[in-house]
């Protein structure tokens, strides 16, 4: 069975439900690590006031017993400790009620799901649809997530990410090891390295703000120590790079994704793209560049994984954008609710355990086992028919 998850809930209501089916048994589950995924997602200049209410951790309600999956479906929980502000407004009984006591919606948001929601789903309050399309759900994804990153974990797999842009200020290139990536982007307010950067990127959103206004970025992520062979190229719906693409166009607000090099690859010849093939007996084949960020034919090819996605403004604007009130189709500006007004450095975890999620996929498609034994046994003897090869 192939790695699936669902999640269910929405942004005011009790709780965020996510349910992991076809994880292997015997894989202990660090609970701190877990939550520190989720804690990471809550940080970041530019944030709303939500993410002071909030203290995110995740509750296993089923697969697990003494700290060790079972081999059954994981079930967690993620708590919205706003529920207490916005029980009656979500009430699930019918309560008669005022549009003002349920805060309606009705002037959908451009850059929103408000109205393609509404229109599609046949709902006059576009707060049904709000609910569900937050991007407060990208806290049961990186719940997932983290999962998934401690079944890679367990076979030496390394997981980083950084913000390369917001609006127009771009952080300086840097190539820094995995590792030490983690230590410098986890010290900073906009995951980014360079203290001046950092600077700069939160006097800018300062001002983005003070505006009404707010602004996207481009965040990075990537991923040390895969094998060579995760994903195929004899089906399209088996190349890793195309799953791992659809999955970060999948994040709220995400407008594109690059693998490697990307978009550049368009203006560069092939002798400036392609990563030269090298052997050494140590180290067995490897590339003596990474342009192509580690896939070539939808297959990891053993350099490290390099994505990286582009977020948009956030759409809810504190001075708002024209719109059209849908009883009256009159034009009248969007309903503002409370807002980030960015939430890159956010994004930039949520693609981190997204792709991490995607790759553990693949990871079990190729391993895949009934407990973490079978798959450990199944990963060793690829390693030794690869160094025989
Ligand atoms: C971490 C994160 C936080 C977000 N916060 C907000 C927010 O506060 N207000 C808002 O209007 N959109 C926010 N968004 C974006 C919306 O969720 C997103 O634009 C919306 O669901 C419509 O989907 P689409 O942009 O993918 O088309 C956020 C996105 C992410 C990833
Ligand atoms: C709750 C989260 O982000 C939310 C995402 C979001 C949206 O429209 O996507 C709108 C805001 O919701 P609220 O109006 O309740 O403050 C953000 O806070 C979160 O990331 O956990």
Redesign the pocket.
């Known amino acids: 069975m192939s790695l699936r998850y669902l999640t269910a809930g929405e942004t005011h209501g009790p709780q965020l439900t996510a349910i992991i089916e076809g994880l292997p048994s015997n894989l202990t589950l660090d609970f701190e690590e877990l939550n520190f995924q989720l804690q990471r997602?809550q940080k970041g200049y530019g944030?709303?006031r939500?993410m002071q209410i909030e203290k995110d951790s995740a509750e296993i309600v089923g697969g697990v017993r003494h700290g060790y999956t079972t081999g059954a479906p994981v079930a967690l929980v993620v708590e919205n400790k706003d529920w207490t502000h916005w029980k009656n407004i979500m009430n699930i009984e019918p309560i008669p009620g005022s549009d003002e006591e349920k805060r309606r919606v009705n002037r959908p948001?451009p850059?929103?799901?408000d109205l393609n929601g509404g229109l599609k789903y046949n709902l006059t309050d576009l707060r049904n649809v709000l609910e569900r399309?937050?991007?407060r759900e990208?806290a049961a994804r990186v719940a997932v997530g983290a999962v998934a990153r401690q079944l890679l974990a367990a076979f030496g797999v390394k997981i980083a990410g950084q913000v390369i842009r917001i609006g127009e200020i771009e952080a300086p290139a840097n190539d820094l090891p995995v590792d030490e990536l983690i230590e410098q982007t986890e010290a900073s307010s906009v995951r980014v390295v360079d203290k001046e950067t950092e600077k700069k990127m939160e006097a800018y959103i300062d001002k983005i703000k003070e505006e009404g206004d707010?602004i996207g970025g481009i965040v990075e992520c990537i991923v040390e120590g895969l094998p060579v062979g995760l994903g195929s190229h004899v089906q399209s719906d088996r190349k890793l790079d195309g799953a791992i693409a659809g999955a970060v166009m999948s994040?709220?607000?995400?407008?594109g994704v690059e693998i490697g090099i990307g978009f550049e690859a368009g203006k560069l010849r092939g002798s400036q793209v392609h990563d030269e093939i090298m052997y050494e007996a140590s180290r067995g084949y490897y590339r003596a560049s990474n342009r192509l960020g580690g896939f070539e034919g939808g297959m990891t090819n053993g350099m490290p994984v390099v994505v990286r996605g582009v977020?948009?403004p956030?759409?809810?604007l504190y001075k708002p954008l024209q719109s059209v009130d849908i009883d009256t189709k009159e034009p009248f500006t969007a309903q503002v609710?409370?807002?980030?007004a960015c939430?890159v450095p956010?994004?930039c975890v949520?693609l981190e355990n997204v792709v991490a999620w995607e790759i553990a996929k693949a990871f079990m498609d190729k391993f895949g086992g009934d407990s973490i034994e079978e798959i450990r046994a199944n990963y060793n003897n690829y390693q030794a028919q690869l160094e025989s090869y």
């Open positions: 997602r944030r709303g939500r948001r850059g929103h799901a399309s937050s991007a990208t707010s994040i709220n607000a995400f407008k977020m948009k956030i759409p809810t609710e409370r807002s980030d939430a956010a994004a949520v």
